[in-house]
């Protein structure tokens, strides 16, 4: 039998994602959070995703500033990572808002799922557009942004 599968579509260039943003019309924008800042999130992934190490198989906690890679960069995920702004963390970032606990949150690889876990943090943890903080271990995905404190992070995870 003929492989009747479709051709796999051709990622958009940075710069076709920027020209499609520019031609939205002002009125997707005033829908809910989501839907733009889904469009937004978007061009960012792709960014932080080119500047990250080629390794299959690997998890990522990326950094996140201004629409890009911000300091400190990232992090290879290998069973767990506590991200936190003092030194007990495995990850320590600092904060000059004061808003992200000592230990705030903990992303842990579970077989081929990753979890994230608020650390009964002062100011919460919150994934991509939601403005519900998470109150137990929730899944995430590839692309998805965490915001805790006055950060945010971007998970990336290279598959196999």
Excluded: Y
């Amino acid at each position: 039998m003929k492989n009747t599968r479709p051709p796999k579509a051709a990622t958009p260039s940075d710069a076709e994602i920027e020209t499609m943003l520019s031609k939205t019309s002002a009125k997707l924008f005033s829908r809910p959070t989501e839907d733009s800042g889904f469009l937004q999130r978007m061009l960012v992934v792709r960014k932080i995703t080119a500047a990250l190490p080629k390794k299959k198989g690997s998890v990522w906690l990326a950094s996140v500033h201004e629409g890009g890679l911000g300091a400190p960069g990232f992090k290879a995920i290998k069973m767990a990572l506590n991200v936190g702004r003092n030194g007990s963390a495995d990850w320590r970032v600092d904060d000059g808002q004061q808003k992200l606990s000592a230990r705030h949150f903990c992303i842990t690889l579970r077989g081929k799922n990753v979890v994230l876990t608020d650390l009964d943090s002062t100011n919460g943890t919150r994934v991509n557009e939601n403005p519900e903080k998470i109150k137990q271990p929730c899944l995430l995905h590839h692309g998805d942004f965490i915001h805790a404190g006055g950060c945010s992070f971007m998970i990336a995870i290279q598959e196999d």
